[in-house]
């Protein structure tokens, strides 16, 4: 799935227009679906939130059942106020953050570890429960294959090495990553 600058940069500003509304009570500036189709497709989406490279909040939808312009705006709101890791975002912050949005593909399983490539798909574990890494997750640490497994299961609630014990349940994706850092969107 490709987006065009204009498409980011609309999704962009209504992640943050949707932070702002919490404290301003201002409108999120709507679009028209029909110039902006792809922005209506149901597509998994997380909205990152970071304050001087550090992560300050990070939710999104696997799956997705809106269109991807207001899967964005509720991302963005539940990254800024309710990542349980995290305390709310203060207006005093709201200068310093920097959004990242994370667009998914389509799911695919795999029969092999081996098929997994580091920078490129993110995991989804679907074993008791469920959880999910974003492909650049294992660039931004610097992990391999075996690090960002072991990740996976921790992140799952499963121990650490359990993935060397049997092939799991898990699926690769891609995603589309934009920030508003980026030159040119």
Request: with cysteine; proline share 3%.
């Amino acid at each position: 799935m490709e987006l065009s600058t204009e498409e980011k940069r609309i999704l962009l500003k209504a992640a943050r227009e949707s932070i702002l509304e919490e404290f301003s009570g201002s409108e999120i500036t709507r679009i028209d679906y029909n110039v902006y189709p792809k922005l209506k497709m149901e597509l998994g989406a997380f909205v990152t939130i970071k304050i001087e490279n550090e992560l300050r909040g990070c939710i999104g939808y696997i799956f997705a059942q809106k269109p991807l312009f207001e899967t964005i705006i509720e991302a963005a709101k539940h990254s800024a106020f309710d990542d349980p890791r995290f305390r709310e975002l203060n207006k005093d912050e709201l200068k310093k953050i920097v959004i990242e949005i994370s667009v998914l593909s389509q799911f695919e399983p795999i029969n092999k570890y081996e098929e997994i490539e580091v920078g490129k798909h993110g995991l989804l574990l679907e074993e008791g429960g469920r959880a999910v890494l974003l492909p650049q997750v294992a660039t931004e640490q610097k992990f391999n294959r075996s690090q960002f497994l072991t990740t996976l299961c921790h992140k799952a609630g499963l121990y650490g090495n359990y993935w060397k014990e049997r092939m799991l349940n898990i699926k690769v994706f891609t995603a589309l990553v934009f920030s508003e850092e980026e030159k040119g969107v």
